[in-house]
């Protein structure tokens, strides 16, 4: 099913290879006691968050294997995009979330036996007439979530027009305003969205792909593959598996989420459940700005007065920097610090790696707005405080650098603004700030009509003290004008 | 004494003064003249380092600054000579150059504290004595754009004096002012000639020249070509062009 950004981890891998003096992945789960899962909760009912815990069948299936070696399953929830690089670098132990086994993963990873076949099955407005197998999709519009398995079927098929979106949720929601024909997606999430909030929709026909999900390992797990294989073997030959099955996908389940009568607009209950888990999201986004533009100006100014030194060493290392960081994704340098710096021995948290990777990122573009603020500046000033005795470093300092601030107020509340909501890129590190706690929230309740403004408004609270600051900053330093003569 | 000997400076293959020597008294007031283009502001820059100059020699005092290709100066070196250089002269720029976010009495401060290291009560008596002397008493916490463009001169005239060095340099004062305030200008000029400095102005402006001057120095393509008392120059000068110059602006 979902491989999105699949050429990022691919990229990233040669990079993050495990060192071969490290103990095995067996050896580390039995030690610490832990066996560290990562998956991207955002598909029920098969993985999702659910009052802040991660829910579903393949947490039920990861807990019950933790079991069964004796340790204990701890979840971390990423995007999809950062799971794999990940894995290969060693932060987690294994991958749980509906990985679909193919060839081209199994060249780069390892995967324990399947556990689950699903398939893709294709949803319809209940009034549609005629649509009961990929064939009929032939001359009509269809949704998919992006990279997945359902977008790499039907473009193998000709005549249909294909449009991608982020998450199936959104996928289900143009296909119930009737801009698109069909949604095609792995059959169990098909149903269950459908189920709790697309009363207007339903699934037609058979699956028509046969996929089986098995969990992803690094490729030097082999032994953790194995003790997983038996556990798996353990587990089925005990029934468990059959009533996680029961319990997930019967026709008596009511994790299946209860039906609801008509497509909601906004939603109030859904707010009432969700407030504390957004405002938890939106404390995360704000620690993670204000700490990164803290870190952000003074660097920038740093390396603005480097490179506005004539003839100085610094000046060309702080051009190169500039360059390297606005020419490449700030997602890029995000995965670079978090999942390649650990293979050079440096080990940081997730959000010191956010947080640095923000900063460093935001440093390069204040730098080039303290540049041209300075620049801005007659130089008239320079030559002024020069000739009354000033060392170059005592004229900027003292009479450059504060007319350059005052100047700078708009571009760097600007760039404050943009930092902020560049943040949500983080979510690829695992951090649940306020944009993917929208996602999760969005796909559990089905219901991204009522979280993504929520999620907007939010952001707009944020970015509005700062806003005002930066309003009154400008007051306050206002450069006196001829208006207001004595 | 400034004595400035066979001044050579060019700007690539461009010679901007070609081989200028003059000397100026004490306590004088000499005046630079000139058409434009001639090289008197690139002069006046000089003798404050704001530029650097090739070949040649100026005295100011016991300081001494010699052309780049006589003598290389390490940064060091560089550094302490414009420190000396700088506590010795000071200069009124064109358009003056006030520091815009600063008050007129933090504009006369400023550099008394930073450069000087002076304490700040100390700074400011300083800078009241001249600000009185230039009679801006009233307008200390005003803000340059506040002020009216004369008002605006003499602040600059009182940041300058507040390092009290021992040279000031004008770079034409007149330029940008009504004809009535070019006599409040010649006046205050005069003026600072009770504090013993010793006074350098760039100007084209040859009456303003003749009544302030004790001293003309006439430039010509980089080259001083008249250089005597007011009467000197204005009434006998030596070369027809001059003559034309004196005859043709007064």
Known sequence: ?486 | MIEVTDLVKRYGTHTVLGGASFTIEDGQIATILGRSGCGKSTLLRCLNRLEQFERGRIGIGDVEILGAEERTLSRAEERALTRRVRARVGMVFQNLNLFPHLTVMENCIEAPRVVKRLARAEAEAIARRYLDRVELSDKIDAYPAQLSGGQQQRVAIARALAMEPDVMLFDEPTSALDPQLVDDVARLLRDLHELRKTLVVVSHDLGFARRISDRVIYLEDGRVVESGTVEDVFNAPRRPETRAFVRGLS
């Open chain 1, 1 to 486: 099913m979902r491989a999105a950004r699949w050429w990022l981890a691919i990229a990233l891998l040669p990079l993050v290879s495990a060192p071969a003096w490290a103990e095995s992945t067996l050896e580390r789960v039995r030690r610490s006691g832990t066996l560290r899962i990562g998956t991207d909760a955002t598909y029920p009912p098969l993985e999702y968050v659910e009052g802040g815990r991660c829910e579903g069948f393949e947490i039920d299936l990861a807990n019950a294997l933790a079991r069964d070696l004796g340790v204990r399953a701890e979840f971390v929830n990423a995007s999809f995009d950062g799971i794999f690089p990940a894995l290969a670098n060693g932060s987690f132990d294994a991958v749980i979330s509906s990985v679909t086994i193919t060839p081209e993963r199994s060249a780069s990873m390892l995967f324990s036996d399947p556990y689950y076949e699903s398939g893709q099955r294709i949803a319809v407005r209940r009034s549609t007439q005629g649509i009961a197998g990929p064939d009929d999709l032939v001359g009509k519009r269809v949704g998919v979530q992006i990279n997945t398995t359902a977008q790499y079927e039907l473009e193998k098929r000709r005549g249909i027009t294909l449009t991608p979106y982020n998450t199936i949720d959104l996928a289900l929601l143009d296909l119930q305003a009737g801009r698109i024909d069909a949604v095609v997606g792995d059959a169990p999430v098909l149903q269950y969205m459908i189920r709790q909030s697309f009363a207007g929709l339903e699934t037609v026909g058979r699956r028509f792909t046969d996929e089986r999900f098995g969990i992803a390992l690094a490729r030097s797990s082999d032994d953790l593959r194995r003790a997983l294989n038996a556990a798996l073997w353990r587990i089925e030959q005990s029934g468990e598996f059959d009533r996680l099955n029961q319990k997930w996908f019967g026709e008596a389940s009511e994790r299946s989420g209860e039906p609801v009568a008509t497509p909601r607009a906004f939603d109030a209950g859904i707010l009432a459940r969700t407030w504390r888990f957004l405002l938890a999201g939106v404390w995360l986004t704000a620690r993670l700005s204000l700490s990164s533009l803290a870190v952000a100006l003074p660097v920038g100014l740093a390396i603005a007065l480097a490179r506005l030194r004539p003839g100085a060493w610094l000046a060309l290392p702080a051009a190169v920097y500039v360059e390297f960081v606005r020419g490449t994704p700030l997602l890029v340098q995000i995965l670079f610090i978090y999942f390649v710096l650990p293979t050079f021995g440096v080990h940081l948290p997730a959000f010191t790696s956010g947080a640095i990777a923000l900063s460093l990122n935001s440093a390069a573009y204040t730098s080039e707005i303290f540049r041209a603020g300075v620049l801005s500046i007659d130089e008239g000033q320079m030559e002024a405080a020069r000739a009354l005795g000033m060392t170059d470093a005592q004229a900027m300092r003292r009479i450059i650098l504060p007319q350059t601030f005052r100047r700078v107020v708009p571009p760097v509340t600007n760039e404050g603004i943009a930092l902020l909501k560049d943040s949500s890129l983080v979510s690829v590190i695992g951090l649940t700030e306020l944009a993917r706690t929208g996602q999760e929230l969005a796909s559990r309740y089905a219901a991204p009509l009522t979280i993504w403004p929520l999620v907007a408004l939010f952001y707009l609270l944020m970015t509005f003290p700062l806003t005002r600051a930066a309003e009154y900053l400008e007051r306050r330093w206002r450069p006196v004008t001829r208006s207001e003569r004595l």
